[in-house]
């Protein structure tokens, strides 16, 4: 089985930095799509950043100041966060899907990790 584990989440002040990982095991097959989502107490899960096809795209809420990237030969996921706001904080999965159009849509992807807690406050 698809086995994704989360770590680096943590509490930051504002205008701090911090990198998520995401280790990826079990799978035989290439993902088309591997993302970050993150979700806020009583809100839904959004999509932060995914890199589909070599092809990334970020949500406008973190758009030069986050960072995905992919470490291929040890099947890891990062996100590099820097500049951290409040409305930052929140659960953060990875999550990946066979479906290249999958982008941002919950639906499409998969496999999920358990999340990593990260909270931005003064």
């Known amino acids: 089985d698809v086995r994704l584990v989360e770590s680096g989440g943590a509490s930051v002040q504002p205008g701090g930095s911090l990198r998520l990982s995401c280790e990826a095991s079990g799978y035989r097959y290439y993902f088309f799509c591997m993302a970050w989502f993150r979700q806020a107490p009583d809100k839904e899960r959004d999509g932060v950043a995914h890199v589909c096809r070599n092809e990334i795209y970020y949500s406008d809420s973190v758009k030069g100041r986050f960072t995905i990237s992919q470490d291929n030969a040890n099947n890891i996921l990062y996100l590099q966060m820097d500049s951290l706001k409040p409305e930052d904080t929140g659960m953060y999965y990875c999550?990946?899907?066979?479906?290249?159009?999958?982008?941002?849509?919950?639906?499409?992807?998969?496999?999920w990790g358990r999340g990593t807690q990260v909270t931005v406050s003064a």
């Open positions: 999550a990946v899907a066979f479906n290249v159009y999958a982008l941002f849509d919950v639906k499409k992807y998969e496999y």
